[in-house]
């Protein structure tokens, strides 16, 4: 069993703060942030707004746009690196606030910036297996929680909310998931991990060489498995961490630039919930139509990095 995309839906809180904010803030300026990292705003979450407020946000939205109640959907994954609570998952807290009156698994994957990809190669997996009828991926995350404010290399590049999918089985292999890889090296650790006082503690430079090597290393990766080129993929939608590891990512593998879907300008990093919202830009803003190929790279702590290859 394949599977085919049936539904999205994307929540950003109502606080959006400028660059020009962030020279009020701390020692920086609007020209820095822009010309190293693209970014020009990004959404910040109420204090009182959570993880699973996001994340239930986005997936009554998606089930909205499905025509799908929460009962027609057989497993849960949210993808989040920055729950409040320690347990229940917020999967499960989703299921509870959209008061599912039907059992089924619901649980989170961590797999930082590269979570959402993570939780894409479950959903294949479970596909495959004929497990399955209806899967919902969430990517949601709540970065500001972990924002050091005396650390201006760091505090700048995040922003929070969270994005929904729901995929539905298909006997077509060429819809919906078709094919993800996701690699780990942990011994990646110290370039970028969250601290014991839940603070961001990332070695900029070293990230961005692994960034620039390891996105484009998984998406050619899977488009070789696949047997297909770039002119042949539609959209490329790498993880929105930086407007220049994106271009440079694209650059190596040879693929168009114009054809590279780009909100870290509006959003910033987004960790987890970073590729869902960038798809649902996309789809809400007619950019990516029906039926098109889109190449999904992604990166981030762990080390982790993968890619999907999906159709929607
Ligand atoms: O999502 C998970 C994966 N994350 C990533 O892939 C992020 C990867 N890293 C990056 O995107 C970039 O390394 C950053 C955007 C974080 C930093 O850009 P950079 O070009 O690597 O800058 P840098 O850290 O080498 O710093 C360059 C200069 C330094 O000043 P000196 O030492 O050259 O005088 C910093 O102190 O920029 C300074 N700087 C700032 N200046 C103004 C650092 N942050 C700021 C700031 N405003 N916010």
Known sequence: MGSRLVGYGAYLPER??????????????????????????????????TVADMAT??????????????????????????PELDFPSVGVQVQGRLNATKTVPAFDVR???????????????????????????????KMT???????????????DGAGALIFEESNDKDTGIIDTVVMADGTGFGMLHGTLDHKISMNGPETYKKAVTLMPEAAAFIM????????????????????????????????????????????????????VLALAYGMDNGIIKKGQLILYPAFGSGLTWGSALFRV
């Open 111 to 141: 797999g930082a910036c590269t979570g959402y990809i993570y939780a894409m190669h479950c959903a294949r997996a479970f596909f495959a297996a004929g497990m399955y009828k209806r899967i919902m991926i969430i990517g949601a995350e």
């Open 16 to 49: 959006v703060v400028t660059n020009k904010d962030f020279e009020k803030l701390m020692d920086t300026t609007e020209e820095w942030i822009v010309s190293r990292t693209g970014m020009q705003e990004r959404h910040f979450a109420r204090d009182d707004e």
């Open 224 to 275: 070789k498995n696949a047997g297909i080129t770039v002119d042949q993929v539609d959209w490329l939608i790498p993880h929105q961490a930086n407007l220049r590891i994106m271009k440079t990512a694209a650059e190596t593998i040879g693929f168009p630039l114009e054809k590279v879907v780009v909100t870290v300008d509006k959003y910033a990093n987004t960790s987890a919930a970073s590729g």
């Open 57 to 82: 946000s986005a997936a009554e939205l998606a089930l909205k746009n499905s025509n799908l109640s929460i009962d027609d959907i057989d497993m849960i994954i949210v993808a989040t690196t920055t």
């Open 145 to 159: 929680r972990f924002i050091n404010w005396e650390e201006r290399g760091t505090a700048v590049l995040f922003g």
